[in-house]
């Protein structure tokens, strides 16, 4: 399970127009807000990709971008994303490898019988790399809102160590 202050894991995954998002290529560049859930058109998975969606100007001026992440195929995404006019990139993980290595890939028991499937979960990924937030189990409900404030709090933090470096070397 990673936590606050781990490294977030590089992956390269393509998005519902078949184009391969790498994770590195943001380093450095952006904040990203990765958020993994269980598959394309459920309802509660779909209010929650709207929500983000609803928000992405803001996330953006932020210098963030946000990411959801399923199992679905890329042709899934696609459908999905046209027919409920999301703005958002979405990443297939058919083989829940990316969801293994941020620990989401979970056995969960549904109606008597085990299999395995995403633990709707949130990672706020700073520029530098790091996780700053690991939000595991989420209740999809003003989730949207917390995660906007979280970044809000990222760059004023930024904004203080710098203000403290230039203090040390006047």
Known sequence: M????DTAPLFTL???DMEDFDMQTVR???HVVLFFYPRDNAPTCTRQAEEFSDHEYEFNKLDCIVLGISP????T??????EHGLSIRLLADIEAEVCSLYGVWREKEVDGVKRKGV?????I????GQIRHALYDVTPKGH???VLALVREMEPEKANANRKKHRRNA
């Open 72 to 75: 679905d195929d890329c042709m």
């Open 119 to 123: 633990l709707r979960s949130t990672f």
């Open 2 to 5: 990673l936590r606050s202050g």
């Open 144 to 146: 949207v809102a917390e």
């Open 125 to 128: 990924i700073d520029k530098d």
């Open 77 to 82: 995404h696609a459908e999905f994303a046209a």
């Open 28 to 30: 450095g560049n952006r």
């Open 14 to 16: 393509p998005d519902g």
